[in-house]
C-alpha cells in the first residue's frame, strides 16, 4: 500500500520524510513519469511479532510494511500547471491514500509561502487544487459518456452519475465526502481520481506544540469535519529520534510525555484509514504478519502467502493471538480445545494466528 506525502512547500513534508525514511526498513527511488519521487517503506509495529517469535523461536521476524511516498510540495494553480503541478498531480493518482502535513509552527526563519501561518487556509488550498485537477478529469469523462448514450441508453447511468459528482466537486467538497451506495462507490473509484482518496492530515508543530496548540486544534476540527484521520507531531523531533537507538528514543520520548513516536501513530493511522488488517504466521523458520483488507476470506488470505496456497486451500487452523501466548504453544491451545476449524467461508481476524492446510 503507497501513501503519498503532500502539503505546501516548507510545512516540513521532506523532514517528516527523512525521519521516515531512516526509521523504516530501506529507501529507495520510485519512478513515476519523468519525476522521481522518493519512496520510503516503513514497518508496521506489532509487539505481538516479538511475542510470538519468543514463544516458537523463531529464526526471522517480518512485519508488514506500508510505503510512504514523498510528492514535491504543491502550490496554488498547480491544477493549472503552477510549479510543475500537473506532474505532482499524477504522482497522487498512484497512491492509496493522501498523507497531508499542514504547518502548524510559527518561524521567522521559515518563510511561508502565503506570508502567515493558517492551517485552514492552507487545507484548503491543497484541497482545491485537488477538485479543480479532478473537475477537469470529470469534463473529459462526460464528454466521452455523452457521446456514448447517442449509441446506447445503458450508458446514461454514468452521465448522471458523473452529474453528481461534477455537482459535488464544484461546491469545493472531495468526493471522499459523498454518500452514495456500494455500486456508485465502485463507479467512483474506477475513475481514479484525487478527492476520492481517503487522508491523514499532519499538524507538523514545533516542540513546544507537540501536545497541542490553537493551529493542532484547527487541523483536527477540520479532520473530523469530513471523517478523516488527524495526528500532531514534530517532524524535526521524530527525525532526530529516528537517529538514536532503541533506548535513547525511549528515554527522550519519555521526557516529551510520549508513549509512542509520531512516526509509530501515522503507520498505525495509515493502517487505519485504509481499512488493513494483518494476519500472523509463526514458526521456527519465521514469524511473520500478513496485510489484508478487512472482510478476507481464508483462501484469499492465504494467496497472499503464495496463490498455489489459494488453490490448494483445505481448511485453516486458527488461535487468537492472547489465547496462544495464554496457552504457551500451538499445541497446548489444540489439547483445550482453542484451535478452531475454519473454511473456505470463515472471514479473517486482526488477531488471528493461522496454520492453513493445503493440498496442492
Known amino acids: 500500500m503507497k501513501l503519498g506525502v503532500v502539503g ?44 510470538l517469535a519468543a514463544l516458537y523461536n523463531s529464526k526471522k521476524i517480518t512485519p508488514t510494511s506500508l ?16 510549479g510543475l503541478g ?24 521559515i518563510t511561508h509561502v502565503d506570508g502567515s501561518v493558517n492551517p485552514a487556509r492552507d487545507i484548503e488550498t491543497i ?25 446506447d441508453k445503458k450508458y446514461q ?12 466537486l464544484t461546491d469545493g467538497r472531495p468526493l471522499r465526502n459523498l454518500e452514495v451506495d456500494d455500486d456508485f462507490k465502485q463507479f467512483i473509484d474506477e475513475q481514479f481520481l484525487l478527492t476520492s482518496k481517503p487522508v491523514i492530515y499532519v499538524a507538523n508543530t514545533d516542540e513546544g506544540g507537540i501536545n497541542g496548540n490553537a493551529y493542532t486544534a484547527e487541523v483536527e476540527r477540520i ?4 471523517n478523516s484521520e488527524a495526528i500532531v507531531l514534530c517532524a524535526k523531533l521524530e527525525e532526530d529520534f529516528s537517529e538514536l537507538s532503541d533506548e535513547d528514543r525511549e528515554m527522550f520520548m519519555g521526557e516529551y510525555g510520549l508513549e509512542e513516536s509520531g512516526l509509530d501513530r501515522l503507520v498505525k493511522a495509515s493502517y487505519k484509514l485504509l ?25 484469499q488470505a492465504a494467496g497472499k502467502i503464495h496463490s498455489d496456497f489459494e488453490r490448494g486451500f483445505i481448511r485453516a487452523e486458527i488461535v487468537d493471538y492472547a ?9 497446548a491451545a489444540k489439547e483445550k480445545g482453542k484451535v478452531r476449524s475454519e473454511g473456505k467461508d470463515y472471514v479473517m481476524q486482526d488477531n488471528d494466528v493461522v496454520l492453513f492446510r493445503i493440498n496442492v
Open 127 to 151: 484541497s482545491l487544487e485537488l477538485v479543480f485537477a479532478d473537475l477537469e478529469t470529470l469534463e473529459r469523462r462526460m464528454t466521452k459518456a455523452l457521446s456514448m448514450v447517442k449509441a
Open 223 to 226: 479532520a473530523k469535519e469530513e
Open 157 to 168: 447511468e454514468d452521465v448522471n452519475r458523473l452529474t453528481v459528482m461534477q455537482n459535488w
Open 275 to 299: 481499512g488493513l488488517i494483518s494476519y500472523l504466521t509463526a514458526g521456527e523458520k519465521e514469524t511473520r504478519a500478513w496485510t489484508i483488507v478487512k472482510g478476507t476470506k481464508a483462501p
Open 86 to 109: 500537473n506532474k505532482f498531480l499524477s504522482h497522487i493518482r498512484e497512491v492509496d491514500a493522501i498523507v497531508h502535513v499542514v504547518r502548524c509552527f510559527d518561524d521567522a526563519n
Open 8 to 51: 505546501l512547500p516548507n510545512v516540513g513534508k521532506s523532514t517528516l520524510f527523512n525521519a521516515i525514511t531512516k526509521a523504516g526498513a530501506q529507501a529507495a527511488n520510485y519512478p513515476f513519469c519523468t519525476i522521481e519521487p522518493n519512496v520510503g517503506v516503513v514497518a508496521v509495529p506489532d509487539e505481538r511479532l516479538d511475542k
Open 323 to 331: 489465547t496462544l501466548i495464554e496457552c504457551g504453544s500451538f499445541n
Open 67 to 82: 510505503e510512504f511516498v514523498d510528492i514535491a510540495g504543491l502550490v496554488k494553480g498547480a491544477s493549472r500547471g503552477e
